[in-house]
């Protein structure tokens, strides 16, 4: 293998497949990431045989030879990062691969690129496809509510739902449940499909998507390829079954209130400050046009917050209490200046709404 190419695309591809590469894992291949050149094209590849990245590199790059290799992902990573030449060139021989830039060299000892396991490729026929940003946005809104603890397998991940022309992502630990909507073309015509995505491969997502225009999903029995320009994500679905989340999302709210996204998120960080493990929580009241924020922890103080806000109830007063953290997370993902929060007892979960797209359910909390 012989190859001239960019190195900060070079580089920025090694980045990506790091993320994939398990460092510590006990087979030496799954530590490196297979690199083959073609004609025109130089392909990078890793796995750690959950989740996959495929990137496939054309611009700023001549093939003098074509190849393949198998080199460490962190080493070769490092290398990349800390050039600052435009060019960098590879030339491998036997399990050695020579890496050459404006008067550095280096000489990396790989392994036999026959190791590397196979990796499904993507197949455009019949995948579903949706504008980047729309999907970029719709797991930027999820990911963050999906379970971590290793007991709730089957919530650690983020599940993918497309209805014909829509698409669904919903996340939940539990305690709140996140739903973003989204349209879509092409896929299967009828039916639906769905799949639980582990979050590692989220992020994977969420990182190619960016800066892309549109995207392709293809989801299998066992296992989902999302395409993004040039790089493809591969993963093994999470097994397990999803809870019924729409039975979650509460339909018999009769108090709602329209609240500004950055006074509301402001004053819930100010409140939260005096919060402590033993009283997580901050007490949201409303009365006489006006919303009160407050929070009180032992042997460390209170806090009150308010500003002006109406509340459509049948009740003159009303009150509840969320885990700040929680209300935190979610009011920093919503983009509008404006949500609706819709309510209805004090024991009963919370409805945050930013449009018709994205829907966010909440546990209240007790506060003694």
């Known amino acids: 293998m012989k190859v001239l190419c960019d190195r900060a695309i070079l580089s920025e591809a090694f980045q990506t497949a790091q993320g994939v590469v398990s460092p510590r894992s006990p087979k030496p291949a799954l530590q490196c990431v297979r690199i083959e050149a073609t004609k025109k094209t130089l392909s990078l590849l890793a796995t750690d045989l959950e989740v996959g990245v495929r990137i496939i590199l054309s611009a700023g790059l001549e093939v003098g030879e074509p190849g393949v290799a198998l080199l460490s992902a962190e080493r070769v990573g490092a290398i990349l990062k800390e050039l600052s030449c435009e060019k960098v060139s590879l030339k491998s021989t036997d399990k050695k691969v020579q890496i050459e830039s404006d008067g ?39 990911v963050f509510a999906a379970a971590r603890e290793a007991a709730r397998y089957a919530l650690n991940g983020v599940l993918w739902e497309v209805r014909g022309k829509e698409i669904r992502l919903v996340a939940t630990d539990g305690h709140r449940l996140a739903v973003g909507k989204g349209e879509c073309k092409g896929g299967k015509s009828s039916g639906q499909v769905s799949a639980i995505v582990p979050t590692k491969a ?40 999803f809870p019924k989340y729409e ?4 339909q018999d709210c009769d108090k709602k209130v329209e609240l500004k996204t950055s006074e509301f998120l402001t004053a819930m960080r100010q409140a939260s400050v005096l919060t402590n493990e033993e009283s997580r929580g901050v007490r949201i009241e409303f009365k006489k046009g006006e919303c009160i924020l407050s929070s009180r922890a ?71």
């Open 104 to 142: 550095s060299s280096f000489t990396i000892l790989g392994d036999d690129p026959a190791d590397f396991p196979t990796v499904p490729e993507f197949e455009a026929a019949g995948a579903t496809e949706i504008e980047a940003a729309k999907l970029l946005g719709m797991i930027h809104k999820t």
């Open 202 to 241: 989220m992020h994977l997502i969420e990182r190619a998507l960016a800066g892309q225009e549109t995207a392709q999903i293809q989801v299998g029995e066992k296992q989902i390829l999302v395409k993004a320009g040039d790089t493809v994500i591969y993963s093994r679905l999470v097994d397990g079954h």
């Open 247 to 250: 039975d979650v999302i509460p």
């Open 298 to 368: 032992p042997e460390m103080g209170e806090a009150r917050i308010t500003f002006k806000a109406a509340l459509e109830s049948p009740d003159k007063e009303f009150e509840i209490a969320f885990n700040p953290f929680f209300v935190i997370d979610v009011l920093k993902v919503i983009e509008a200046e404006t949500f609706t929060l819709q309510l209805k007892s004090a024991n009963k979960p919370g409805l945050i709404r930013e449009g018709a797209l994205y829907t966010h359910v909440i546990m209240p909390v007790n506060i003694p």
